[in-house]
Nanobody, 129 residues
Framework: QVQVLESGGGSVHSGGSLTLSCTASGEHVHDSSRCMGWFRQTQGNMRERVATIYTGDSTSHYLDSVKGRFTISADNAANTISLQMNSLQPEDTAKYYC????????????????????WGQGTQVTVSS
């Protein structure tokens, strides 16, 4: 079983920056590359996929509204991904969740939210105007 643990988050003013980090740990987690990603949800709204990455080759995808502002990166050896968030806006306020998919899914599956079966507890990001 793989466990996912997030860190980072917090409160900033509009235009500020934050970095989120996420580590997957557990049996055999170091043996394989996998899809990992960041998702966010606000109260009363559906969860949305912010950014995904395939840890084996760092192929990444972004939500249109964060392109150019957020950067996802992976350290495959450490099974860690990070999300650098710049030029944060109040509409980025949400609880951010890190998720990992089983390693048998290749990079072509990373955009399919249904493959993400291992989730962290979430970390709050609040951006004030």
């Amino acid at each position: 079983q793989v466990q996912v643990l997030e860190s980072g988050g917090g409160s900033v003013h509009s235009g500020g920056s934050l970095t989120l980090s996420c580590t997957a740990s557990g049996e055999h987690v170091h043996d394989s590359s996998r899809c990992m990603g960041w998702f966010r949800q606000t109260q009363g709204n559906m969860r949305e996929r912010v950014a995904t990455i395939y840890t084996g080759d760092s192929t990444s995808h972004y939500l249109d509204s964060v392109k150019g502002r957020f950067t996802i990166s992976a350290d495959n050896a450490a099974n860690t991904i990070s999300l650098q968030m710049n030029s944060l806006q109040p509409e980025d306020t949400a609880k951010y969740y890190c998720a990992a998919a089983p390693s048998f899914y290749g990079s072509s599956h990373c955009l399919n939210e249904k493959i993400y079966t291992m989730w962290g507890q979430g970390t709050q990001v609040t951006v004030s105007s």
